[in-house]
């Protein structure tokens, strides 16, 4: 089975956010412009990636295989009680989609790895861009929150540009809704999201890392593995937004 793809050949349509999310057309309903930000982030490595569509399924396959199922009964019964203390339903959107990012730490775990082994194996960052300098001046200067660029951001930049965008996209629409909920909550419910992140096996990472780049496997195309493990946290999205549909 070949890794890698020809993209002219397999490249796919757009609409890659239903193979991962079944409520995608519900969510497209409650918010659109989340909806796209979801759809540029999860399409992103089908529609630029390296691997072959085989490959790149059965890396989803095995992903949605072992990472820890979402307890519908729980999620529910929180939706529940958030609505009956005076959480609005936009509230609830909010807080779901931002707890949906959960998966992204794959990328922000993984990526420090991969470009520590490339230094070990002489493999050098792509230069920087005129297109990296003025996405890093927009997280800097503009958005919600306009941030310092960090190592983990800068890594990414480096590494994907296009992948940098949608990610600060993707995890800054909810943080434009000031009117839904204060940006002091935003942080809080952030801290708990993280404090109960799934722990990721570092070792293990760093040795397949290792071993993949000794035998020729690219940077590129572990980047885009950790890229689309990054989006399980959309599941988060499937239990919550039937729970909250049937509630409004």
Known sequence: MSTVSTRAAQRPSDGYLSRHLRTAALLERMDPAFARAAEELVGHPHRTGLLSNSVRALIVLAVESVIPQADEPRIAAAIDQALADGASEAE?????EIACSI???TVSVGLPLLIEEMELAGRALPEQTMRQRQLQRALETTGPRPRPLNRIYGGILRMDPDYFAARVRFIDLPWEQEAVLDDGVKHLLSIAID???PQHYVDGLR???REALQIGVSPEAI????ELAS???LRTL???LEVLAQRS
């Open 207 to 209: 040795k397949h890392m």
């Open 103 to 105: 998966g992204l730490h």
């Open 238 to 240: 499937d239990v919550g």
């Open 92 to 96: 609830v959107l909010c807080t779901l």
């Open 195 to 197: 404090a109960v992140s």
């Open 223 to 226: 980047l885009e593995v950790l």
């Open 231 to 233: 989006v399980t946290g």
